[in-house]
């Protein structure tokens, strides 16, 4: 195992940047009340759009298709979804007390196999301060290892809410710059 090489441009980057549009737009906020049932809603989201995107598009809830693993530390760890075998992995992570420091890491582990990994961290109410602060721009190391992931490693992570917004704060705050570099 090794991290893949990785461009931005082509059809994965393509893709990646169809996601970063589905991503901004899905209700989060609406969707769910536990990990599993956001999974479910954003993996069928997904499988509705599978003709958006270049790769095929491979969910835990599409019975006809296997999420590859990544074997580390004597375990098998599986994204929540992807984009092709080795092209983009999908993490959603509900976060409720802890979640932040494992989706980083499982972001890591993904990113041995996959050329983009995208991890979506979604703020339960319980812990709306952390969105706060980081709509607010009070989160300054978090922030830092964020944008450090997404420059250097192309781990790219969007925070979303749970709950609903007050008027003028970001729906989505995310570490991903659609361009090409």
């Known amino acids: 195992m090794s991290f893949e090489a990785t461009r931005r441009h082509g059809r994965f980057w393509d893709d990646a940047k169809e996601l970063h549009k589905m991503i901004h737009n899905y209700p989060f906020n609406t969707t769910g009340k536990n990990e599993r049932d956001f999974e479910n809603g954003f993996a069928s989201a997904l499988m509705t ?31 929540d979804m992807t984009l092709d075998e080795n092209g983009i992995a999908i993490e959603l992570k509900f976060v409720t007390y802890a979640g932040l420091k494992d989706a980083i890491g499982q972001g890591y582990l993904y ?35 964020l944008q450090h992931l997404a ?23 995310s570490f991903f710059e659609p361009v090409n570099v």
């Open 49 to 79: 759009r599978r003709d958006s995107f270049n790769c095929q598009v491979i969910t835990q809830i599409d019975k006809a298709t296997t999420v590859k693993s990544i074997y580390c530390f004597g375990k098998k760890h599986r994204p």
């Open 111 to 145: 990113r041995l196999r996959y050329r983009f990994v995208f991890l979506v961290l979604i703020i339960s109410e319980e812990r709306k301060k952390i969105y706060q602060d980081l709509d607010n721009e009070q989160e300054k190391d978090l922030e830092s290892t």
């Open 151 to 173: 420059d250097n490693m192309n781990i790219f992570t969007y925070v979303v809410p749970a709950f609903n917004l007050k008027p003028g704060v970001k729906k989505c705050i």
